[in-house]
Nanobody, 114 residues
Framework: QVQLVESGGGLVQAGGSLRLSCTAS????????MGWYRQAPGNERELVAS???????MYGDSVKGRFTISRDSAKNAVYLQMNSLKPEDTAVYYC????????WGQGTQVTVSS
């Protein structure tokens, strides 16, 4: 059973930064891709960023230029560096991985105050 454990969420003022971490229970190279999604109350879950084993990345339009996804294979970890945070970034952020099926973490709350 694959486990994805997120950490790093919290409360930050607009313009601030946070770094989210996602640690997998097995090698991240066993996944076709890994990513971060977010869901705000009343909204659908949306892609924030994703990364493949070949380091190809993809970002949602609303976070381009502000967020950066990266990975550390030695730690089986994927990170999301979030800069210039805005109140509209407030959401529960989920780590996701795909290998035959999707796996999800439990989510971590990010709240950006204005």
């Amino acid at each position: 059973q694959v486990q994805l454990v997120e950490s790093g969420g919290g409360l930050v003022q607009a313009g601030g930064s946070l770094r989210l971490s996602c640690t997998a229970s097995r090698s991240i190279f066993s996944f076709n891709n890994m990513g971060w999604y977010r869901q705000a109350p009343g909204n659908e879950r949306e892609l924030v960023a994703s990364i493949t084993p070949s380091l190809s990345t993809m970002y949602g339009d609303s976070v381009k230029g502000r967020f950066t996804i990266s990975r550390d294979s030695a730690k089986n970890a994927v990170y999301l560096q979030m800069n210039s945070l805005k109140p509209e970034d407030t959401a529960v952020y989920y780590c996701q991985a795909w290998a035959v099926r999707e796996y999800w973490g439990q989510g971590t709350q990010v709240t950006v105050s204005s």
